[in-house]
């Protein structure tokens, strides 16, 4: 039995529709033996799976969640402070071992985004996987979403990006392809024992490129002024954000502007666990300010 976590996210939600488009796969693993955890079961629209209530916040309910499960999927759970993410992933681990799971997939956060503020939960995760006695694990360590740069770039109502980017660049992953990567490791995990993949994207494009895409599938033109972190920073307090956030939030934007997250460039991982090409970023991001208008 497969049990993915996470599955009203949108990574999570991604993952399920995948596993139950899916007509062949083995009689443990395949969508037949697929179940969907989720801390709110009544929202899981997905026919023909079956759902279990999974809250890392409770962990007293997980080893009744995980009865049975040989796979794990385990969708990082949030954001939030570490010590309220790294509990959670704890619970997680702990009940898989107690529950006698053979293998965890884990959806971790790309190697060059170690120094943003919500790595080290990431990392933590990592090390008490690899630290287990009895789980074999593999670890996808996921670039930034090409839906994130997006919203991170979303134009005004005045078209005009004034994200502060600078001339940064960001080699972002559209949610789907690490969606199909997750399903395929998930559904033969023993091949992928002991890996740690890096699914960032081949091409990395900034805020002038994001500008530029927008302007040709939209019906006006849409410039790129990137403000400053400093004016970034206090719109986010301003928000009434979450305090995590406002440096979660912030940090990304500096990373990005800085060069810390333009990837290694050409084919890697992800490509390869695709078996193609990954999905052009720009004609992600185009489509999703379409769907939602381009006034941000």
């Not at 702990?94 to 965890?104: L, Q, T």
């Not at 091949?191 to 019906?219: F, K, T």
């Amino acid at each position: 039995m497969l049990l993915v976590t996470g599955v009203n996210g949108g990574l999570g939600a991604l993952v399920l529709e995948r596993l139950a488009r899916l007509s062949a796969g083995g009689p443990d693993n395949g969508p037949g033996g697929v179940v969907a955890g989720t801390r709110n079961p009544e929202r899981v629209t997905v026919p023909g799976v079956p759902v279990r209530a999974v809250d890392f916040d409770r962990p007293e309910t997980l080893d009744e969640a995980f009865d049975g499960v040989r796979t794990l999927l385990l969708i990082s759970a949030g954001y939030g402070e570490d010590d309220v993410v790294i509990a959670r992933h704890r619970a997680a681990v702990e009940a898989a071992e107690r529950a006698g799971v053979e293998h965890v997939v884990y959806t971790s956060l790309s190697g060059d985004g170690d120094h943003l503020a919500y790595a080290l939960a990431h990392r933590w995760t990592e090390r008490r996987l690899r630290a287990s006695a009895t789980l074999r694990w593999t670890i996808l360590r996921n670039g930034l979403y090409a839906e994130l740069l997006g919203a991170l770039a979303a134009p005004d109502r005045h078209g005009v990006i004034t994200a502060p980017l600078g001339d940064g660049r960001l080699a972002a992953v559209a949610r789907e392809d690490l969606a199909e990567v997750a399903v395929t490791v998930a559904l033969a995990p023993a091949g992928h024992a002991g890996r740690v993949y890096e699914l960032v994207g081949e091409e990395a494009v900034g805020g002038a490129d994001v500008a530029a895409a927008l302007s040709r599938a939209g019906d006006r033109p849409v410039e790129y002024r990137p403000g400053s972190l400093a004016e970034l920073r206090a719109a986010v307090v301003a928000s009434g954000a979450e305090s995590f956030q406002v440096p979660m939030t912030a940090g990304t934007y500096s990373a990005v502007a800085h060069g810390f997250l333009a990837g290694p460039g050409g084919p890697g991982d992800l490509a390869a666990l695709l078996g193609r090409r990954p999905r052009p970023v720009l004609e992600v991001i185009a489509a999703g300010a379409a769907g939602r208008g381009t006034d941000g």
